[in-house]
């Protein structure tokens, strides 16, 4: 039977994972932009070699599950980081690595290949003939990036990013499988004390809900703010 009265202390145990859960995802936003933000860059100036790099590294990763690539990464990071460091004779204890960095890096990499489809279709959407007529007027190749592209590329990209966003949150419902609590995670932990299951998930679900709400506004305001500017 559904039970209202554990519905707030269910929250409260909840609600302590919420700051970290954050904290990660933003995190791994971040590095996932940024790296798909290149692997875009490098696919639209057509760069030899590096190119063909980059659509093997999305095939592979928008293929493989990211709970593979997690336990990939938990299972070959601290080698693979201690084989590097007897490289440069460093010695490190790689072994060590807290299981949120691991989390990090292995959504980081998976998060990446779809961003840089963002920012590749954000790319595609500016017309080059701005460029044509930035460059007649005498902008150099930073001031066109900074002032033209930059601008309306990333007005395109935040609907997708925001999305991304939300992928972030509920992939790192897997980061568990490894002993990293989230929001998810702790839900579980809370539900196995008391055995109301159904009331933790379901608190669960409300803080998923908000932060998208939140997220959603936030990406919106912005959006409107820089379409004013552009």
């Not at 519905?7 to 700051?19: R, T, Y």
């Not at 693979?80 to 960095?101: E, I």
Request: hydrophobic fraction near 60%.
């Amino acid at each position: 039977m559904f039970d209202l009265e554990v519905l707030l202390p269910d929250f409260w145990s909840i609600l302590d994972a919420v700051p970290v859960t954050l904290l990660m995802a933003v995190t791994v936003f971040i590095c996932s932009t940024l790296l798909g933000g290149l692997f875009a860059f490098v696919e639209h100036r057509r760069l030899p070699v590096l190119r063909q790099l980059v659509i093997a590294y999305k095939i592979a990763f928008k293929g493989v599950p990211m709970v593979v690539v997690i336990f990939l990464a938990y299972y070959g990071l601290p080698p693979a980081l201690d084989f590097v460091a007897t490289l440069f004779g460093v010695k490190v204890n790689a072994h060590s690595l807290p299981n949120w960095v691991i989390i990090i890096v292995a959504l980081s990499a998976c998060v990446a290949a779809f961003q840089a489809e963002v920012w590749k279709g954000a790319l595609n959407s500016f017309d080059s003939g701005q460029s044509d007529a930035a460059l007649s007027l005498g902008y150099s190749g930073g001031q066109l990036f900074r002032r033209v592209m930059f601008p309306q590329i990333i007005v395109a990209a935040i609907p997708d990013l925001a999305n991304a966003f939300m992928v972030i949150m509920k992939a790192l419902s897997l980061a568990f499988a490894i002993e990293v609590v989230d929001i998810f995670a702790q839900a579980q932990l809370t539900a196995a004390l008391n055995f109301y299951y159904l009331e933790a998930f379901l608190v669960a679900v409300v803080f998923y809900m908000v932060i998208a709400y939140v997220v959603t506004k936030i990406a919106d305001k912005i959006e409107a703010r820089l379409r004013v500017r552009t």
